[in-house]
């Protein structure tokens, strides 16, 4: 089998910060493989490592948040990507706001949109939740960089993928 190695590390896509809540909990992770797949209606589709205390909670989500972050907000993008919500309440240390089936809404996102949770597939050691936008954000001024994989690849992960 190929591990397309060579395709993969020419790529720089932005980094999402997804985040659930349910039967009382909240998770949040910072995730890589995300895109829009349907224009009419739209769809969207995020992939979550079954590694993750996020995916667990998400498994039970009737929606999930999904965050654009700017460069500059690296600290964000360390919490939810660097540390694990198995050891750390990671919400204790962010702004947020509870919106469809209390989604957690991160203050500090640049833009965001919460969806609700129309499907979920196997993906390998990821799994995707097809999601169908239900709120959005405001639409932010100006286009800032935002955050990029090549921006993440030095942090080490709380869990592996």
Known sequence: MVELDTFTDVLNYPMYLVTASAAGE?????VGFA????????????????ANRTYRVARQATHLGVHLVRREDEALAAL??????DRVDKFDRVGWQPRD???P??????????GRV???FEGGD????????????????????????TDVV????????
């Open 80 to 85: 939810f990507g660097g540390e694990t919500g």
């Open 101 to 103: 089936g209390g989604t």
């Open 35 to 50: 895109s829009q797949c349907s224009i009419h209606p739209v769809r969207y589709v995020v992939w979550l490592s079954k």
């Open 26 to 30: 909240q998770a949040g992770c910072l």
């Open 105 to 114: 809404v991160l203050d500090d996102a640049w833009a965001w949109f919460v």
């Open 126 to 149: 990821h799994e995707g939740f097809l999601l169908t936008p239900v709120t959005e954000s405001p639409r932010p001024s100006g286009r800032p960089p935002l955050l990029c994989l």
């Open 118 to 120: 129309l499907d979920r």
């Open 154 to 161: 030095h942090l080490s992960p709380g869990h592996p993928a």
